[in-house]
C-alpha cells in the first residue's frame, strides 16, 4: 500500500513535470517527424519506387514514430532523474521507506507514458500524409510498450552514472541517434551491401523498428520472434541492471 | 527505549577520508538532544548515515530498536530529516513538496493534503504554498524543508542546522516549535553552531571532533564544569598598559575596554578594589560567559 502511494505519487510527478514544459518535451518531437513526412515521404519518397511492396511513404512512418518513442521515452527519464540528482532531491527519495523497484518502475512509467504520448501525436500527423490500417494489433501495442519501457530503462542507467549535463547528452547524441538512424528507418537492410547487413544486426533497435513496422504494415527484415527475443532481453538486463545499481547506490550516495 | 544508537559507527569515504572514526552513541526516546562540534567533525555524516543518504563503512545503527541493515523500511518512516543543505525541487511549488514527500512515505491522499497544510502554517509558509520554491528567500527554504520534514509525524526528527540564515524572529518561532514538538513526544537531534541555541533547548548533548566523540553528557552537569565567568568592562578613561592585579586574568581589548576572567569562588570587590587602587574608573560591566562555549572551545582544542 505504502508503495503503491509512494509510486502513484513519482509517476503524476513525472507526468506533470513533462506536460507543464510541453513546448521543450511534446512540440519538437511532432516538428521534427511532419518534417521527415514532408520532405522524405512527401517530397522525395514520391520520387521513389516502393519497398517490399508499400510507397516509401508507408514504408518509413513506423520507424518515424518508433523513433519519436525512443528519444522521448530516454530524455524524459535521463532528464528528470539527472536533475533530481543535481538538485538533490533524490535525498527526498532515499530518506523515505520506498522500495528501490518502486522508484525504478515510478521513473519507467514516467518514461513510457511521455514516449507513448509523443507516439501517439506522432502517429496522428502521419495520418495527415498517409493511411495506416494496422496489419497487427498485437505485436504493434506489445513492440510500443516494450521500446517505451527498454529506452526509459536505458535513460534510467545513463542518469545514474552522470555528473554533468554533459553526460546526459553525450549518449543520446552520440549513440542513440546514429543507432536509430541505422536501425532502417529509411530503407530496408536489404538494400545495404552484405558486410553492413551483417553489422546491422548487432544494432538492437533495428530489431524494434523492424517488428513495429511488421505490426503497423506487415513488411519486416526480421524474424518478430527474434525481434521480441532481442527487446525483451535487453529489457530484462536493462531492468536488473538498473536495480543492483540502485542497490549499490552507485552515483547517488557516499 | 533508545530512541537511536549508534555502535562503533565509521565511515570512510571513496576518497580515502575517514570522517567518523568509531562513534558510540544512545539518545533516549524523548531526548532533545544536541550534536555539536566544530566544521568538518563529521555530524552531517553521522546523520546522513542514520537517515540513509550515505552508506557506512562499519558499526551498526538502531532506531527505535530497528536495525538500519534489516529493516531500513521501518528506520525510514520513524525519522524525519531536515538537512543542513537545500535538497529540494527548485521548479516545485511549496505545497507540491511537502505533498510529494508525504506521498514518498505512502500517506493517502486526504491525509497527506490535512498535513501538509498543518505542517506549512506551523512554518509560516502557508501564504507562500504556490510560490515556486527557486523564489523563496534563504529562510524560507530552509522552513519549507522543516515542514517537509514534518509531515508524515516522525518520532525521530534530526535537524541538521535548521537555524542558519533564519532571522532572528522566525528563529525564536522555530525554538517554540521545536520545544512543542518536542513536548508532544517527538525526540529531537540538533546540530548547530550558535551554542545559546543548544544551551537553551538540549537537555543531553554530545560533542564530536574528528570524527569521535569527545564529551556526552546531560547539559546541566556539562554547564556545572564551568568554574570560570567571563567580563567585559568599559572604562572611563583609555589605559595604555594592564595594570598587575593578583588572581585574575585581564586582557586589554581596545583602549577602554578590559576583558576580565573570573573564579565562580573569587569576589567581584576584590577586582574593583585594585582597579581603584590603579585609578582605573569602570563605567559599566557585562557578562559575556558563555559557558557552553567555553567549554566547547576546550574540548575541541585539545
Ligand atoms: N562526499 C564526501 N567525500 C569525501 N569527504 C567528505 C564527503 N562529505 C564530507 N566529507 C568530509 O568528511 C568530513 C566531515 O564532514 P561533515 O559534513 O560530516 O562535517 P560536519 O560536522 O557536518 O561539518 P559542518 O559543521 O561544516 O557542517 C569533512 O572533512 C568533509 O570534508
Ligand atoms: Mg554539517
Redesign the pocket.
Known sequence: MNNFIAFRTLVIEEIRRFIRIWPQTLLPSVVTTALYFMIFGHLIGERFGDIDGVSYMDYIVPGVILMSVISNAYANVVASFYLRKFQRNIEELLVAPIANWVILLGYVCGGIARGMLVGIIVTATSLLFTDINVHHWGVTLTIYILTATLFSLAGFVNAIFANSFDDISTIPNFVLTPLTYLGGIFYSITMLPELWQQLSLANPILYMINAFRYGLIGVTDIKIEIAFLMTGGFTLFLTIFSLVLLHKGIGIK? | MNALSLRNLTKT???G?T?LRGIDLDIQQGDFFALL?P???????AIGIISSLVNKTSGSVHVFGHDIDTHSAKVKSCIGLVP?EMNFNQFETVQNIVLNQAGYYGIPRHLAIASTEKCLKQMFLWDQRDMVSRRLSGGMKRRVMIARALVHSPQLLILDEPTAGVDIEIRRSLWEMMAQVNQQGTTIILTT?YLEEAESLCRNIAIINNGLIVEQSGMSELLAQVNKDYFVLDLAQPISALPKIEGYELELIGSKTLSALVNKEQSLNGLFQQLSMHHIDVLSLKNKTNRLEQLFMGLVSE
Open positions: 557516499d | 569515504y571513496r576518497n577520508f570522517a562540534g566544521n568538518g567533525a563529521g555530524k552531517s555524516t543542513q553552531h
